[in-house]
Nanobody
Framework: QVQLVESGGGLVQAGGSLRVSCVAS????????MAWFRQAPGKERDFVSS????????YYADPVKGRFTISRDNAKNTVYLQMDNLKPEDTAVYYC??????????????????????WGQGTQVTVSS
């Protein structure tokens, strides 16, 4: 069992920055690939970014490339999403998720919601224009 708790959301003006964090319970964090998804009102929950358990290789959705940075600190069981140059269209609830499957499955399914077994409760990010 893995429990995930997000924090760090809030209200920011367009062009500003925020860092959201996700703390994981349990011993499995270092063996888990981690991801961030987001869901805007009335829309599907979409992939934002992910980071592998080994080597820390990362993936980003096209709308956030060059603006968002995912990182992890295994000693603190924490994954971060640094969000810079925020835009109103980034407004959403941001969810962290954990992937506990084998590496070959992660690298082919990293952006699929169904691949992630554990989810946090989400943190709201609102970007005003």
């Amino acid at each position: 069992q893995v429990q995930l708790v997000e924090s760090g959301g809030g209200l920011v003006q367009a062009g500003g920055s925020l860092r959201v964090s996700c703390v994981a319970s349990g011993r499995t964090f270092s063996s888990s690939a981690m991801a961030w998804f987001r869901q805007a009102p009335g829309k599907e929950r979409d992939f934002v970014s992910s980071i592998a358990r080994r080597l820390g290789s990362t993936y980003y959705a096209d709308p956030v490339k060059g603006r968002f940075t995912i990182s992890r600190d295994n000693a603190k069981n924490t994954v971060y999403l640094q969000m810079d140059n925020l835009k109103p269209e980034d407004t959403a609830v941001y969810y962290c998720a954990a992937f506990l499957g084998p590496d070959f499955s992660y690298y082919t399914n990293y952006n699929q919601r169904r691949a992630y077994l554990y989810w946090g409760q989400g943190t709201q990010v609102t970007v005003s224009s």
